[in-house]
């Protein structure tokens, strides 16, 4: 069973899903990943475990949405002066949330309860409001910037195929070298 596809609705299904969000969290820490199941959440949450099959499905699409919100960015990109330097400091921070244990077990938690491909769209759409940040700064200070696109295709995606199939090796001078190859130091 899949959970429908849902606009983050705000009254009580936002504070329903605040709730089993936190119990999830909670009861993680708490009690391991590996105990947990709905009605352990349902009950903690403060819902039925009919709420939680109803809006998720199980308990896999249920950790891939509480994987999708942990994965949002908390903060805008930091402004570094320039588009080289932004986008530096904007993949070392990417690549270092990817690849940190909690961020590997999100990404796997957000694609392995996503049967419709939403969740891994969300993910994407992160990271693309972070990168359009960063090249409208550049814009504004009337430097030549690549497309979203463009800024995805060539260091999101070789970071996040890295993370999934080839994690030896990343560390912050890849993400230099793949902004480096992206925009040289043209914009230094």
């Not at 605040?18 to 590996?34: K, P, Q």
């Not at 999934?164 to 130091?185: H, I, K, N, Q």
């Amino acid at each position: 069973m899949s959970r429908k596809t849902m606009v983050r609705p705000g009254g009580r299904s936002a504070r329903v899903q605040a709730s089993v969000h936190a119990a999830v969290r909670e009861l993680e820490s708490e009690v391991g990943r590996e105990a947990l199941t709905v009605p352990l959440v349902a009950a903690r949450a403060g819902v039925t475990p009919s709420t939680i099959y109803r809006r998720w499905g199980d308990l896999k699409e249920l950790l891939s949405d509480v994987a999708v919100e942990r994965l949002r960015p908390e903060t805008p990109p930091e402004d570094k002066g320039n588009l080289r330097s932004d986008l530096d400091a904007w993949a070392e921070q990417f690549l270092e949330e990817m690849t940190s244990p909690s961020g590997r077990a999100y990404i796997r938690d957000a694609l392995l309860g996503d049967p419709d491909g939403n969740n891994a769209g969300q993910c994407s759409a992160y990271a693309a409001e972070q990168i359009d940040v960063i090249l409208a700064r550049a814009a504004g200070r009337g430097a030549d910037a690549p497309d979203v696109e463009t800024v995805l295709d060539r260091v999101v995606a070789p970071v996040m195929y890295r993370v999934l199939f080839r994690p030896d090796g990343l560390d912050t001078a890849y993400a230099r070298e793949l902004v480096a190859g992206l925009v040289g130091s043209a914009d230094r």
